[in-house]
């Protein structure tokens, strides 16, 4: 007679806007789970939904088989994986450290390097999906790093996501997300100006979007990110600030391998003008905010 094996022992360490509900599902799917963040509320509402709390990165690894991150930027994952009291010095063979994170290639190729010497496996593994997606389980998934260790965190990262794609060794997935990045803000920058362009030019931007969806132009954005600015909601999916980040992440690595991306280049002086104005904690898809200055147009009038 075969047991079944025991699920996994998951750490969660990052628990922001998308972090406490990735967390969340991971803890509905059956894995005993401890969480840690800087902030306790969120500690708070996920041990009394079930969780194990712990007091730092150190202290999370110690306890369990795959310690997961979530964090705004490369400087933060680098300290919690690192740093004094970081996953580094709970570490042993046989760990496995996730970071879904979107950070810079180069900041998780070290991260991997440094773990390996204590023999700690490293997967970049950031997600894309919103807040949304967060929430309902259905992210999409890029991952970077050994093939083998993927496969024993695969069961994990099915109860937070639909999609889940091995891109190739440390720092794939990052440049996958990376590549994510400049699409979704192309998209959003496209769709702000489309709208002010057909409020100004006289036309109903509602209907235009209906009328153009259905063709050449249908992506995710224009399905999901209308409805929500015509209702006046410009609450964060994605906060702005973090599309700015991303955005530059990618203009530094374009730069460390000479590549030339002048659009992206252009959205980023855009969704930093959104900082400029004080609407970094705007949805991203309100950088149409920026053209109804630039145009002296509104889209709700």
Known sequence: MTS???PLKVGYIGLGL???????????????LVVHNRSRAAVNELVAEGAGEAFSPAEVASQVDVVFTN????????????????????GRPGLIFVDNSTIKPATSRYIARMLAEKGVQCLDAPVSGG???????????MVGGPAEALETVRPVLQAMGKTITYVGEAGAGQIAKAANQIMVAAQM?????????????????????????????QCWTLDVKPPRLFAGNRNPGFKAH???KDLNIILETARQYGIPLP????????????????????DNSAVLGVFEVLAGARLLE
């Open 4 to 6: 079944t094996p025991s």
């Open 18 to 32: 998308m972090g406490k509900s990735i967390a969340r599902n991971i803890l509905k799917a059956g894995f005993p």
């Open 71 to 90: 964090l705004p930027d490369s400087p933060d994952v680098e300290l919690v994986a690192l740093g004094p009291q970081g996953v580094i010095e709970g």
């Open 131 to 141: 807040d949304i997606g967060a929430r309902q389980g259905t992210l999409a998934i």
């Open 189 to 217: 920058v496209a769709m702000g100006e489309l709208l002010i362009f057909a409020r100004k030019a006289g036309a109903d931007p509602q209907k235009v979007v209906e009328a153009i969806k259905g063709g050449a132009a």
């Open 242 to 244: 973090m599309q700015a």
């Open 263 to 282: 659009s992206a280049a252009v959205d980023s002086q855009l969704f930093n003008a959104m900082l400029e104005m004080d609407m970094g904690e705007l």
